[in-house]
């Protein structure tokens, strides 16, 4: 008990003294001012406004800057799922202009299965942030039937469709439907007809003519069709040899079509794959290409190679010419894609800026715009905050009101569809055996110091950590890894900060010219042993708010409101009302035990 006692205290207080931003808060702020109670409202920030994909695209064409965007599929299993997340994540880092999804009619695609297109999309868009486009096809479908998908489409968030006619189911011949959607330009007008401009429309484009037109020039009528039915860009099939692109778009303008047009570029990544592929889509394999995959074909790393050769010499030549975008059917394959991008200088080396202190939806803010307020707890698991507040139908904005209102519903148990967690691989970072409570001290330890475990391998996963770990814990570390070693389990924190430049590339978040400012945080779990030790410390510091709960909620300890939420970060920029993007708020903390 007393050896207990001079090992949290003295912690406590070391956390006090370093890092509780009470002691130098600046001297025109009350030093224990709340940002939420006793102050009116102010007036929100103004709401980011939308810009389309397609003004996007045009912005990039008017400005002769080059940009990518990459094609996925849904895979047929729920660990090809989790495994597909990984490698959004990883491209979405080299900064493309969108990315689509494809979709499969037979694989019920509008369900909420986790194989789905439309979940896929989903997680595309509102957990790994991308700019996201939607197939879709209309044979064989009802109006009734369609406007149930894009109304799901539209409330998920998505933004952007590649219209598509789709094919007959294998066996069966195309027909005629009365009434129906028989071509692309019937699903173009009804989308236009229901939803207006909501939706930025893409159709396909083949530089060899679609395998079901009679002839190349009435494939062009077809797509003039449905650009003039309401198409913002297309998207061209494969082809090998850049001047059957340049060409193509020369008929293009030639007929009046004038939206910007996207050549599609297959990396070739494997022997089968390339001749699956160009059987589908009844394509001829120029015969320098099948010559030389003739003489590797039994040899994976030497196609790859040769693969990305190619792609990258297709790529020169059309930005030589003058292309500044190209689309990639990635075949949900990483490698090859991204070592093209590089060789190309597509991908993009610039970390993006942070607009708020947690990762925020600062590329695609569509389904959730205003929301610039988050308990912090969840700061480090943005996807949990997400997927549990999906079907709110209003974000905090401004300052965080009552979290029990019903106007932002209840902070639901959730199940993260996909588990990105290899066992194997979390075994070897964490241990096989648990022989010690010290074990998981120092599991905890090593995650947030970065230093080795004792098996020399560093802990790179971590169930509370979504996000990997803040730039910010650099200041804190080696008190984070002392309070860990002593029993103090760290899972969020962040230093005490007064006053720093919005531009500070460790703690700096927010629009240029402006000031950040933090009070210190620290949540960890603690042994109920620990438990009356640290309320003796904490009679020491009035100043310090603390909220102390067990999983089954039978301790509930706090000296602040249980109703109100108390700002832990805040920024003050030039024209605008001091912005609190993050706050600890006793309610939605209730809620995070569970998942804690």
Not at 114 to 126: L, R
Request: aromatic residues 12%; hydrophobic residues 35%.
């Amino acid at each position: 008990m007393s050896q207990i006692d001079t090992t949290i205290s003295p912690i406590i207080e070391n956390f006090q003294s370093k890092f509780m931003v009470d002691s130098n808060l600046p001297p025109t702020m009350p030093r224990n001012m709340s940002f939420h109670n006793g102050f009116s409202d102010p007036v929100s920030p103004a709401s980011p406004v939308y810009e389309s994909l397609i003004e996007k695209i045009n912005k990039k064409i008017e400005n002769k800057e080059t940009w990518f965007s990459l094609e996925f599929f849904p895979p047929k299993t729920v660990n090809g799922a989790s495994n597909l997340i990984s490698k959004f994540e990883f491209l979405g880092s080299g900064k493309p202009l969108f990315c689509d999804i494809t979709w499969h009619p037979a694989g019920d695609p509008a369900s909420d299965k986790p194989t789905s297109s439309m979940k896929i999309a989903n997680v595309m868009h509102n957990y790994c942030l991308l700019e996201t486009m939607l197939h879709i096809t209309c044979y064989g479908q009802t109006k009734e039937s369609m406007k149930q998908y894009l109304d799901k489409a539209k409330s998920i968030g998505i933004r952007n469709l590649l219209a598509l006619r789709g094919d007959p189911a294998v066996g069966t011949e195309w027909q005629y439907q009365e009434n129906g959607f028989n071509y692309a330009t019937d699903l173009v007008k009804f989308i236009r007809e229901n939803y207006g401009d909501y939706f930025v429309i893409c159709v396909a484009g083949y530089p060899h003519g679609h395998p079901d037109s009679n002839s190349y020039e009435e494939d062009l009528n077809h797509l003039k069709e449905k650009v003039d039915a309401g198409a913002d860009f297309i998207i061209t099939q494969l082809f090998f040899k850049p001047e059957k692109f340049l060409n193509y778009v020369d008929d293009c303008r030639r007929i009046g079509i004038k939206c910007p047009i996207i050549p599609g570029i297959l990396p070739i990544q494997s022997y089968d794959s390339l001749r699956h592929i160009c059987k589908l889509s009844k394509l001829e394999v120029p015969q320098n290409i099948v010559s030389a995959m003739e003489k590797i074909k039994d040899n994976d790393e030497a196609i790859r190679i040769y693969g990305i050769e190619q792609a990258v010499n297709l790529c020169q030549e059309l930005m030589k010419a003058g292309v500044l975008g190209v689309h990639f059917y990635t075949l949900n394959r990483d490698v090859a894609v991204t070592e093209i991008l590089r060789r190309l200088e597509l991908w993009s080396k610039e970390p993006e800026p942070r607009h708020l202190p947690w990762k925020s939806k600062q590329l695609c803010s569509y389904s959730r715009p205003d929301e610039d307020v988050r308990p912090i707890f969840w700061s480090i698991r943005p996807k949990s905050y997400v997927c549990r507040t999906s079907d709110w139908d209003q974000f905090p904005n401004g300052r965080w009101g009552n979290s029990s209102a019903p106007s932002f519903g209840d902070l639901k148990d959730y199940h993260i569809f996909y588990s990105k967690i290899n066992t194997k691989e979390c075994l070897a970072q964490w241990g096989h055996e648990l022989n010690h409570e010290t074990d998981v001290w120092n599991v905890f330890a090593s995650f947030v110091s970065g230093k080795p475990n004792k098996n020399g391998l560093k802990i790179t996963s971590f169930p509370w950590c979504e996000e990997g770990l803040a730039t910010e814990t650099s200041l804190m570390t080696d008190e984070l890894e002392r309070f860990n070693r002593q029993g103090i389990l760290t899972i969020n924190s962040q230093p005490s900060v007064n006053g720093a430049p919005s531009s500070d590339p460790v703690i700096g978040w927010g629009a240029s010219d402006g000031y950040v400012y933090q009070k210190a945080y620290l949540e960890f779990f603690i042994p109920k042993s620990f438990l009356p030790f640290l309320l003796q410390s904490l009679e020491k510091y009035p100043r310090v708010i603390y909220h102390i709960i067990n999983r089954s909620g039978d301790i509930n300890l706090t000296n602040c409101t249980l109703l109100n939420p108390n700002a832990v970060t805040w920024g003050v920029f030039p024209g605008k009302e001091i912005v609190q993007p993050t706050v600890v708020d006793p309610i939605s903390f209730m809620s995070w035990k569970v998942i804690c």
